[in-house]
């Protein structure tokens, strides 16, 4: 059980930022989120696309922005390297559970036995926890050789590594994926042959990504496969081939070694919705001067929350985070000083990011 003063469930670019404020006011936090990499839709959805509504930075992608925020957050998500991952950043885990302790905190039960007792929760779940679409064909689930995400960049080799990878979809994330593997620097990293599978000979994606493609299929790098899979062929928890169904009404056997299903995320609620707090239209409503929920102690903040006038704006979730900070922070040192200090001035807030600056 990690005991701490605050939990971020979420971390996408609102949760990232929440981190952040919370640390400025001295509360330790930890975050949780189900995908394996942080940022939220700017990564699962548009990590490549432009964002121009960021105050003081006409533009930035997706990822640029999630770096950025994890950089910025980085005082208060403390690694053993320079490249590991934070130690309070917990990645691919589904929060579930919710128990609101006697003291006012709560302990938080996540799946893969991570739990944490904490004073404050933040949730900062977006539209939901991600979940990547899949082919559901019997067997798949359980077959070790099936996967929904890039591998991590540190973690080496890829399982793909020198074996014939199949690529499943058709959209950005189809495409980016068969981009980035197929033209991986490291060249003992790449697939001996990759193979994309769509059912027709059309993408939808990205302009750029479907030219890039289109040069790889032409280059002989990438093979296309046009077709619905049908049928996968799964032996001892290894999916050995999948029976594709062919334009011409015929069925192939293409064997692989290991599947890349990139159909792309859908959001799921799920259990959150059961918290006791109050909802509307399946968002949290927040009290606008602290975006505490019904429950005290519990805050929503981004995507997740409604109130009159919510706009569903990276900008909105960053000033939701900050107010919410400011009130977990009195609410969980209440015989504390609560002055406002200037990042720029205030040599508090310079320790505690770690600088020297005066
Ligand atoms: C295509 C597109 C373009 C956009 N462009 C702009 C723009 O130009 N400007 C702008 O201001 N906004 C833009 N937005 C909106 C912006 O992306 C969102 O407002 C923002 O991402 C909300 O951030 P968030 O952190 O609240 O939620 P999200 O980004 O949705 O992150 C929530 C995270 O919580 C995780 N999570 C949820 N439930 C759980 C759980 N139970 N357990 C574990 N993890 C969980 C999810 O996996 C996710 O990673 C755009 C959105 C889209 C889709």
């Known amino acids: 059980m990690i005991q701490t003063d605050a939990l971020v469930i979420g971390a996408g670019p609102v949760g990232l930022f929440q981190v952040f404020q919370l640390g400025l006011l001295g509360l330790k936090a930890e975050i949780i989120d189900v995908l394996p990499q942080a940022g939220g839709q700017c990564i699962a959805l548009y990590p490549d696309k432009p964002i121009y509504d960021i105050p003081g930075v006409p533009l930035c992608t997706g990822r640029e922005l999630t770096?950025?925020?994890?950089?910025?957050?980085?005082?208060?998500?403390?690694?053993?390297?320079?490249?590991?991952?934070?130690?309070?950043?917990?990645?691919?885990?589904?929060?579930?559970?919710?128990?609101?302790?006697?003291?006012?905190?709560?302990?938080?039960?996540?799946?893969k036995g991570l739990q944490v007792n904490a004073r404050a929760v933040f949730i900062a779940a977006g539209a939901g926890a991600f979940v990547p679409r899949t082919l559901n064909l019997p067997g798949l689930a359980q077959a070790s050789n099936v996967h929904h995400f890039l591998h991590e960049a540190d973690e080496a080799p890829a399982p793909w590594a020198a074996q014939h990878l199949v690529i499943h979809g058709g959209g950005d994330e189809a495409l980016s994926a068969?981009?980035?593997?197929?033209?991986?620097?490291?060249?003992?990293?790449?697939?001996?042959?990759?193979?994309?599978?769509?059912?027709?000979?059309?993408?939808?994606?990205?302009?750029?990504?479907?030219?890039?493609?289109?040069?790889?299929?032409?280059?002989?790098?990438?093979?296309?496969?046009?077709?619905?899979?049908?049928?996968?062929?799964?032996?001892?928890?290894?999916?050995?081939?999948?029976?594709?169904?062919?334009?011409?009404?015929?069925?192939?056997?293409?064997?692989?070694?290991?599947?890349?299903?990139?159909?792309?995320?859908?959001?799921?609620?799920?259990?959150?919705?059961?918290?006791?707090?109050?909802?509307?239209?399946?968002?949290?409503?927040?009290?606008?001067?602290?975006?505490?929920?019904?429950?005290?102690?519990?805050?929503?903040?981004?995507?997740?929350?409604?109130?009159?006038?919510k706009k569903r704006l990276l900008l909105c979730g960053f000033h939701e985070a900050t107010l919410a900070a400011h009130h977990a922070a009195a609410a969980v040192h209440p015989d504390a000083p609560q002055h406002l200090l200037y990042t720029t001035t205030s040599p508090l807030l310079h320790e505690r990011l770690g600088m020297a600056r005066k």
């Open 178 to 309: 068969a981009i980035s593997i197929a033209q991986h620097p490291d060249l003992t990293q790449r697939p001996a042959r990759i193979s994309l599978l769509h059912r027709r000979d059309q993408f939808q994606a990205d302009e750029a990504l479907d030219a890039q493609v289109r040069e790889l299929i032409a280059t002989g790098q990438i093979d296309l496969i046009v077709g619905m899979p049908s049928e996968a062929t799964v032996e001892q928890g290894h999916v050995k081939a999948l029976q594709i169904l062919g334009a011409d009404s015929q069925t192939r056997s293409v064997p692989l070694d290991h599947l890349l299903i990139r159909l792309g995320m859908s959001p799921k609620l799920g259990p959150l919705s059961n918290w006791g707090m109050a909802l509307e239209r399946k968002q949290v409503a927040v009290n606008t001067a602290s975006f505490e929920s019904s429950i005290p102690g519990l805050y929503a903040v981004g995507d997740i929350n409604t109130y009159p006038g």
């Open 67 to 111: 770096q950025q925020l994890l950089t910025q957050a980085m005082p208060f998500m403390p690694a053993d390297a320079p490249s590991a991952k934070p130690r309070n950043l917990h990645l691919g885990h589904m929060v579930s559970e919710l128990q609101p302790q006697a003291d006012g905190g709560f302990v938080i039960h996540a799946d």
